[in-house]
């Protein structure tokens, strides 16, 4: 392959295909319409015209269009097409022109392989040739974009330095045109619509731009083409840095909202912890409270057991006390006296309380039958006694008619009287045992 074939070579690699060039090409079509009615025919020429695609794309759009190079392997291509392109400097062949002979004047990928002083005498010129209304378009590769400015634009060892938009539009407003649009090309679609990334801000932006510049016309020539002048094209690295700081700013706050939110719930946590540990604090206090109650019951419930066993005690010592007394020599020689003195205590009872009058008889029937039970317990009083009332009849008299039942009377109509043998049924069954012994004795002595 030979030397001139180079820079076409790398064209075809780094550059991209001829059809995806004419692609990116048609950004300028809002420009180019309004100018076909300048001129007729409307004449363009296209300085470093490379593969033509330029070239092709104004002729077909109705341009009177030509171009110039230096590069043989670039012209070739041109010549297959049958395009008019020739080999020639830009700038000589731009003041070889005549003052207002031409719509349209391109440099595509030019304006970097020339010193600055050739960049400004370009533009002078340019301004020169073009008539009324006619537009300078400069592309060059973007140093806004991060990866284009620091390592894509030095891959063409012929790129001498990089040209910032700004200071590229100024050089036109410098040489006298009316006004300039940077037109930035070759973004992702897609970037607009999603987040930025920060491999976007430094790669993102658009990657080429472009200058259009106008000259001045009448109003009615320029006002075609506000539409094309007042439109954005294009990423700016200013726009996609702003957007991504947006997108921190916004995730932040949302880091923020999501650190307040945690906030809130680790407070609540404390407060519920804090109540947790209140209900707890509680607990143990009611606790402790029901340990101390359960203690005094122990305590109560000792004490309880302790009087229980000295009642048991007092209860079995008295009881031992009671058995000694009731299996004594003395009570039994007593027992007589007892008996025959308790009718007499409760009678002396029954004078102080004025109750004589109605129990009188029944009280010493009952003292009689206790007498008459003691009697019949010891033989030697019952042959005693036997001989005492033998000794005295009215005694006896009295005696039988004091245990005999009462007659029957006739009972009042309303108010019921206790049968005289209800008396006897009122008395304990020893006491009736009495009763009748007594009786009978009363009964053998009399027969």
């Not at 395009?83 to 207002?100: G, I, P, V, Y």
């Not at 970097?112 to 005498?121: C, I, K, S, T």
């Not at 050089?171 to 037109?183: D, I, M, P, R, S």
């Amino acid at each position: 392959m030979s030397d001139t074939d180079f820079y076409r070579a790398f064209e075809d690699r780094y550059r991209g295909s001829r059809t995806l060039i004419k692609s990116r090409l048609r950004a300028y079509e809002p420009f180019l319409t309004p100018l076909l009615s300048l001129q007729k025919p409307a004449k363009s020429i296209d300085l470093g015209c490379g593969r033509g695609e330029w070239l092709e794309m104004t002729s077909g759009l109705g341009f009177d269009s030509r171009g110039v190079d230096l590069d043989d392997g670039m012209l070739s291509a041109c010549r297959e097409l049958g395009l008019n392109a020739a080999r020639a400097d830009a700038l000589e062949t731009l003041q070889e022109l005549s003052d207002e002979s031409v719509a349209l004047v391109s440099a595509f990928h030019v304006v970097e392989h020339l010193p600055f002083d050739a960049v400004r005498q370009l533009v002078k010129e340019a301004h020169r040739v073009l008539a009324p209304g006619g537009i300078l378009i400069l592309e060059t590769p973007n140093p806004e974009n991060l990866v284009v400015g620091a390592t894509n634009f030095y891959l063409d060892p012929t790129h001498i330095r990089p040209i910032p938009p700004l200071l590229l539009s100024f050089t036109t407003e410098y040489a006298g045109f009316l006004q300039n649009k940077v037109v930035r090309l070759q973004d992702a679609p897609e970037l607009k619509m999603r987040k930025v990334a920060l491999f976007d801000v430094l790669e993102g932006v658009s990657p080429d731009y472009g200058v259009v510049a106008q000259k001045e016309a009448p109003p009615e020539v320029l006002q075609l083409f506000n539409p094309a002048f007042t439109r954005d094209y294009g990423v700016s690295l200013d726009h996609l840095a702003k957007r991504y700081d947006h997108q921190a700013d916004a995730r932040a706050e949302q880091a923020d909202a999501r650190a307040r939110q945690a906030d809130i719930r680790a407070g609540q946590a404390d407060a519920r912890a804090e109540q947790a540990d209140a209900r707890a604090r509680q607990a143990d206090t009611r606790a402790e409270q029901a340990d101390a109650r359960a203690e005094q019951a122990d305590t109560r419930a000792a004490l309880a057991d302790a009087r229980a066993k000295e009642a048991e005690q007092r209860a079995a010592a008295t009881a031992q006390s009671l058995q000694h007394a009731l299996t004594s020599t003395s009570w039994r020689i007593t027992a007589p006296l007892r008996l025959a003195g308790a009718p007499f205590r409760r009678i002396t009872s029954a004078v102080k309380e004025n109750r004589v009058a109605s129990g009188t008889r029944r009280r010493i029937k009952a003292a009689l039958r206790m007498t008459a039970h003691a009697v019949v317990r010891h033989p030697t009083l019952k042959h005693g006694v036997i001989r005492i009332l033998d000794l005295v009849p009215p005694l006896r008299r009295r005696l039988r008619a004091l245990l005999a039942p009462p007659p029957p009377s006739p009972r009042p109509a309303i108010t019921a009287v206790r049968r005289p043998e209800l008396i006897l049924d009122d008395l304990s069954p020893n006491a009736q045992a009495i009763y009748q012994q007594l009786q009978a004795i009363l009964e053998t002595r009399e027969s």
